[in-house]
C-alpha cells in the first residue's frame, strides 16, 4: 500500500494534467459535430457576445473546439506548459461570462440557485485551481508533501 501512494503521490501533478488534457480533448471533439456537445449554443452565444458578433456562429464553434482539442492534446503530451496555462486562464475566463451575460439559463434563482448549465460553468473552478496548482509545481514554486 505505501508504494501505491508513493506512486500516486510522486505522478499526482502529471495524473492531474493528463486528466484535464482528456477533458478538454473530449468537449473539444464532441464541439466539432453540431448540436452534439450539450455546451453547443450557450459557447455559440457567448462566443457571439464576446466578439459582439464578429465570428459567425459557425465558424466560432468550429475555433473553438480546435482551440479546446489542441489545448487537450498539449496538456496531455506536457509541451508548452506555461503557455498552455496561459491558454487555458483565457477559456476558463470566458467559461464564466454566461454567469453575468445569460443569468436565466445559470441560475433558477440569481445568485445562489444553479441551474444544470450554471453547475457545469461552476465546476471550471477546479480546473482553474488545479491549473493553478500544476503550473505552480512546473515553475517549481510547490513542492508536494505527504502527511504522516
Not at 48 to 60: A, K
Not at 79 to 89: D, E, G, I
Not at 121 to 134: C, D, G, Y
Request: aromatic share 14%.
Amino acid at each position: 500500500m505505501h508504494r501505491l501512494t508513493l506512486w500516486f503521490t510522486q505522478n499526482a501533478i502529471h495524473l492531474l494534467r493528463i486528466s484535464i488534457g482528456i477533458i478538454y480533448v473530449w468537449f473539444g471533439a464532441l464541439k466539432f459535430f453540431p448540436n452534439l456537445s450539450p455546451a453547443d449554443q450557450l459557447a455559440r452565444t457567448t462566443i457571439n457576445l464576446i466578439t459582439f458578433g464578429l465570428i459567425p456562429d459557425n465558424v466560432s464553434i468550429i475555433l473553438l473546439a480546435i482551440w479546446e482539442t489542441l489545448l487537450g492534446l498539449v496538456l496531455i503530451a506536457g509541451l508548452w506548459r506555461t503557455f498552455a496555462f496561459y491558454v487555458l486562464l483565457v477559456h476558463m475566463v470566458c467559461t464564466f461570462v454566461p454567469l453575468f451575460f445569460f443569468t436565466e439559463v445559470s441560475f433558477t434563482n440569481t445568485p445562489y440557485a444553479f441551474t444544470l448549465v450554471g453547475q457545469y460553468i461552476m465546476k471550471n473552478l477546479i480546473i482553474i485551481w488545479s491549473a493553478l496548482l500544476i503550473h505552480a509545481h512546473h515553475k517549481g514554486t510547490v513542492i508536494v508533501r505527504t502527511l504522516e
